[in-house]
């Protein structure tokens, strides 16, 4: 009987039963209008579908506005463009436009009743990535789930602000919102249960999905929460995270409206500039935001190049989307109530600082260096449990251990515990130390991103064949819990001395100790510099 009712627990529960759907077919009515998708053997998608208008000219940098509903039958065999955005190494984003409200509907091609709903946020520091790059068909054909993968406005198009400024800081958010309404209106049309919707996303998509559960915007717009590595209260000491200031990824609104007066001074928008006229001729300017929004795109992007980007690409706070510091929500237990699972991958920060310590690594000096830096004259106790030694002599990986710790693992711990004050949280932590990777090379383990590849096909940054077991077991969880609420493993207890947290990794089943693990005792004692 014990071994009949846990192989019980392991299946994924049966999706929630419906009004019988039409036979699958390429096309489906949306509420503005037919759209054809592509049809194989097993799963149907849908591509480019807007739910958005354009955020373009006038619609720079204000709230999402409704899609102009069209005749006849819209192509949805190709995704639409990714959001505008700093260039970089993904391989997945191509030609990059402000026309970029996006989304594409991956399902079964099994009909007849309604399935649980996945909406996914991608990740990218909230300024690069693009929602067409997680092909999700086997969460459709193996779990059973709808899912819905969206673009959002990112970096200075998604973040910026000014005074006076409605939505300043948020823009990006709000699509999301946006996005989540479109599920809410639409789900059924692709046999998705609209009234059972789960939203995920992992490092900024996982960030996203706490800041959601924050906002008085998105109440009632889904149902079930999964955030992979991304908590709501990761921040970082000055000098451990490639030199950058201490901080967190959230922003209070004066910063970002500072940031934004003194761009528009630098591109000429000043309240004493000049501007083009109408008719060709120069003159004095007194509306910045007007001329902001006559700037073109590349302009934007240039000009929020390099360290300077990052004024624009944490959302703010202090606003009617943010109205308090997500991590002093939490705190405060001021959040929407919904089932959550939660996570982080045990090697974070090697994802971060092994792109530069495969080529260059890191000396016992930058090391030493470092942790000065973030934890003055603490330095000596965190490098004594931290021992370069301890990591083949390798001082990068040192350094990768303390910040995973520090800013990650600990942090997504004592986020969970206080989640799990007042509602169903279920830890995970992914442990796979053999899986896709950049290259084979370097000691990648668990890095920040890597459990991706046991989601997602499409993962084109990482090389590598995912373990198919634990791939399975992942679509599975990640399924059922968008299915049920919960996975096959307990919740978490906040007042337990250890909270169960379930490791992810091929050969490997139960708990993990998290906190012990990544000495979050030791970490609850250090106070940053």
């Not at 994924?12 to 390429?26: H, L, Q, R, T």
Request: net charge neutral; charged share 15%.
């Amino acid at each position: 009987m014990k071994v009949l009712l846990l192989a019980a627990m392991l299946l994924p529960a049966p999706p929630v039963a419906g009004p019988p759907a039409a036979p699958a077919s390429a096309v489906v009515h949306t509420d503005h209008g037919l759209v054809r998708g592509t049809v194989t053997g097993r799963h149907r998608t849908f591509q480019g579908i807007p739910y958005a208008a354009p955020p373009v000219r006038s619609l720079r940098w204000r709230a999402p506005q409704p899609v102009v509903p069209w005749s006849g039958v819209r192509d949805a065999t190709k995704p639409g463009a990714p959001c505008a955005q700093q260039p970089s190494a993904d391989p997945t984003v191509v030609d990059p436009r402000e026309d970029c409200l996006y989304l594409n509907v991956t399902t079964p091609v099994a009909r007849g009743v309604r399935r649980p709903v996945i909406v996914w946020l991608h990740g990218g520091a909230f300024q690069t990535g693009t929602g067409s790059a997680y092909d999700a068909h086997r969460l459709a054909e193996q779990g059973g789930a709808v899912v819905v993968t969206i673009n959002y406005r990112l970096g200075v198009f998604g973040y910026f602000g000014l005074p006076g400024l409605p939505g300043t800081g948020t823009f990006g958010l709000q699509d999301q919102q946006a996005a989540l309404r479109w599920v809410r209106a639409n789900a059924a049309a692709f046999g998705g249960d609209p009234h059972n919707v789960t939203l995920a996303g992992q490092s900024a998509g996982g960030l996203s999905v706490c800041a959601q559960l924050t906002s008085p915007g998105a109440a009632g717009l889904f149902d079930k929460a999964i955030i992979q590595s991304g908590s709501c209260l990761t921040s970082w000491p000055a000098g451990l995270f490639f030199g950058m200031p201490a901080g967190s990824q959230w922003s209070n609104r004066p910063a970002v409206e500072d940031a934004g007066t003194r761009l528009a001074g630098k591109l000429g928008c000043g309240v004493t500039s000049y501007a083009a006229t109408s008719d060709g001729g120069v003159g004095a300017s007194a509306d910045p935001l007007g001329c902001l929004r006559a700037t073109p795109a590349a302009d934007l992007t240039a000009a929020t190049a390099g360290a300077g980007q990052a004024a624009f690409t944490l959302p703010a706070y202090g606003t009617p989307v943010l109205p308090r510091n997500p991590a002093d929500a939490l705190r405060a237990g001021v959040f929407h109530r919904l089932p959550v699972l939660s996570g982080s991958t045990r090697d974070e920060f090697r994802g971060f600082l092994g792109a530069v310590d495969e080529w260059a690594p890191y000396s016992a000096q930058q090391y030493t260096d470092a942790l000065t830096a973030a934890f003055g004259d603490q330095a000596g106790r965190v490098a004594a449990r931290y021992p370069v030694s301890a990591y083949g002599n390798r001082p990068g990986l040192a350094w990768a251990a303390v910040a995973t710790d520090r800013m990650w693992a600990c942090p997504t711990l004592a986020g969970d515990r206080l989640l799990a004050r007042h509602t169903a949280v279920y830890g995970y932590e992914f442990a796979e130390q053999h899986g896709p990777a950049l290259d084979a090379t370097y000691p990648w383990g668990a890095s920040h991103g890597y459990e991706l590849p046991y989601l997602f096909d499409g993962i084109r940054w990482l090389t590598g064949t995912a373990q198919p077991g634990l791939a399975d077991e992942m679509v599975r969880v990640w399924a059922g819990f968008a299915a049920t609420g919960t996975p096959s493993w307990p919740r978490m207890s906040a007042r337990a001395r250890t909270p169960y947290v379930r490791g992810l990794a091929s050969g490997a089943t139960g708990s993990v100790d998290l906190a012990a693990e990544h000495r979050c005792d030791f970490w609850a004692t250090v106070p940053d510099a």
